[in-house]
């Protein structure tokens, strides 16, 4: 009998996940990762989503229901630097991370599947609305989930082929409303939780405040004002401090131009935010680098794919073609706004990724 490590988040798709996996007929272990960096009960509490003290018990009433193991497992120490520490370099460099596709990479599958091989499992799994299949050519991937309104390939695309190799997905082949019937009719209690929305080390949203307060910590610093400018270089007022922008946003800035006005850019080396008009904000051209291929051991020559430049984007067509060895160019057919470094783009060969990067 095969052992899977199902990572219990409290609600209720890996909840199903852990259920399903035991009608399998899998030797199913549930774990919660303990991930948040307070010691104080009551902080860690009004965290809620994945990160609160609830989501632990609720996945441990979840794992008795099912009469299946549960252990809390200790990632603190990873998800500071991987997660944590990566988001708000990244905003202090002028980019807008994902913190979800770098939890996903570097905690939920790197370490989690590390210690779950170190105790004897030989699958983990998660409640994940994607598939994993092995192709023709021997390699692993991605293939979207059976509702396209729940698809969360996305945040999946940096996974490696030893990850892919060693993950179960078995929500991926139902609808979310089905999910949340199964849990009905096995009596789980978190059946109608609704579902986590925020970032959950930032729970109010706030992600500006939250970043101020890391540099503080860190470095006794506050995070200095400046200017908004036009390409060419004409002031036009002054800012918060550049954590508070992503490129492609418009409410917000605090300005009246007498046009809609985006940013544009965003220049840490000398404090400015770059402000223009729609028609200025869009593109054909994205590139990205930090590349992740699934379906293909590599991109040998140009190709026409779907791809998709961030989580809500509802994709489209473009030709993409290497650059460099770690360098990718993906020429859109239609003119795309808010092209944000930092996002991933996501690229798509019918049902299947075919890999990804991260936007330049």
């Not at 309104?149 to 490696?160: G, I, V």
């Amino acid at each position: 009998m095969s052992r899977v490590v199902v990572g219990m988040s409290g609600g209720v798709d890996s909840s199903v996940a852990a259920y399903l996996l035991k009608e399998q007929g899998y030797d199913v272990i549930g774990v919660t990762m303990k991930i948040w960096q307070e010691e104080d009960a009551c902080s860690i509490e009004e965290n809620g989503g994945c990160c609160g003290l609830s989501a632990v018990e609720d996945a441990r009433r979840v794992a008795a229901a099912l009469e299946i193991p549960f252990y809390v497992m200790n990632f603190k120490k990873e998800f500071r630097e991987k997660v944590i520490d990566y988001f708000t370099e990244e905003y202090l460099n002028g980019r807008t991370p994902n913190p979800c596709i770098a939890c996903n990479r570097y905690v939920k599958w790197e370490a989690l599947l590390n210690r779950s091989l170190s105790i004897g499992a030989d699958y983990i799994a998660t409640g994940h609305y994607a598939r994993i299949e092995q192709l023709s050519n021997g390699r692993y991937t991605l293939r979207r989930s059976a509702t396209l309104a729940k698809d969360q390939t996305y945040a999946l695309y940096n996974l490696t082929q030893e990850q892919l190799e060693r993950t179960l997905m078995p929500v991926g082949e139902y609808s979310k409303d089905q999910i949340r019937s199964m849990a009905d009719q096995i009596g789980l209690l978190v059946a109608d939780k609704p579902d986590s929305q925020d970032i959950c080390f930032v729970p109010d949203g706030d992600y500006a405040s939250f970043i101020k307060d890391e540099v503080r910590e860190k470095t006794g610093q506050e995070l200095p004002t400046g200017n908004f400018v036009t390409f060419d270089g004409r002031v036009l007022g002054q800012h918060k401090g550049i954590v508070h922008y992503t490129v492609g946003q418009r409410k917000g800035l605090g300005l009246a131009l007498g046009y809609p006005a985006f940013v544009l850019e965003i220049r840490p080396e000398t404090n400015e935010v770059v402000i223009g008009t729609y028609e200025e904000s869009l593109t054909h051209t994205v590139r990205a680098d930090r590349l992740n291929f699934m379906s293909v051991e590599d991109l040998t020559e140009p190709k026409r794919v779907f791809a998709k430049i961030r989580y809500n984007h509802k994709g489209a067509w473009c030709t993409v073609e290497k650059t460099g060895a770690d360098e990718i160019v993906c020429h859109f057919e239609e003119a795309q706004r808010a092209v944000t470094p930092g996002q991933a783009v996501v690229l798509y060969d019918g049902e299947y990724v075919l890999g990804g990067g991260t936007i330049l």
